[in-house]
């Protein structure tokens, strides 16, 4: 099958679908795969929970008051679970990667069950402007919650999705679709006309499959949304690699002292990682997930990707161990880079170049 969006200029494109800036990606055999599981079997992997996920009561007083607040929301996050995370800032609602459904597989009777209940339930959610979407993995790109999204009151979100996700979208019904290439950019109409919220696609390590034949065929990536109150990144599902000091680059000219520095706050993945021979190539441990931290250069971060669905074979509550391990090598806080409770809200102090 063709690539319709082949460019032979950009090195991430191939005439049959997309690869990664700085290391190929290769699918698994099926070898790897058994021997991957045969390995986790016999070590009895994933090992129990040391500690209980923590949930929280949301806020929903702040959450709602916040979504009609306009050029007074207040910057801020909040944890709906996985990857999930409610945006608000520059006066809209932005959701990451929806996913509210029990399983993440193909059907609902099987595959990956949630652990812990989403933070937030779709009936929950303020109305919601803008849907980031990274990749078409199914603990990413969840159907029924993509769906009930089209269908909420008051219209349907803008979906925003890396190359080759219209026609999915299309055979559900849903039109209100922008797709963008690596450093596409797409601007959003911000409460106050007269300010510019650019969304920018931005390179990841990773890879796309919906099924077992249309592996690469569609892009991936993360997202950065230049709010002029918040400047925030999300990474989507990514390995390690040189393309995070380059997206600092990038935006370095947007992100002077002057302007109000790096990016406010950067979602990024913690979890998901073991073992290492088998998902090096398609996600961060937590030690890289720091390394990713001090190379986008941002003040705050926020831990995703974790303590929602068990993928691989560290325990579900292993990541933030972990994460504070690196986080002391580095001499880094927990302020910094937080793990907080599935349906808690951070709070983010508005840009001072605003």
Known sequence: MKNPYYNPAKKHHRPDGFQNNYQSFRGKRWHEILRWRWQAWRAGHPRPLQTPIPVVAPDLDFVHANAQAGLAMQPAATWIGHITVLLQ????????????????????????????????????????????????HYDHMDEASLVALSQQAGGAPLFITPLGHKHWFARRGIHHVVELDWWDEHVLPASDRSLRMPVVLTPAQHWSARTTRDALRSLWGGFAVLSPDCHVFFAGDTAYSKDFTDIRQHF??????????????ALLPIGAYEPRWFMKDQHVNPEESVQIFEDLGCKRALAVHWGTFQLTDEPLDQPPRDLAIALRARHLSAEQFQVRPIGSTMTIAPRKGR
């Open 89 to 136: 800032i520059g006066g809209l609602n932005l959701l990451t990667d929806p996913v509210f459904s029990e399983r993440c597989f193909p059907v609902q009777w099987a595959g990956p069950q949630r652990q812990t209940p989403a933070g937030l339930r779709l009936d929950q959610l303020p109305h919601i402007d803008v849907v980031l979407l990274s990749h078409n």
């Open 252 to 265: 370095a000219r947007a992100q002077t002292p002057e302007q109000g520095g790096g990016f406010d706050l």
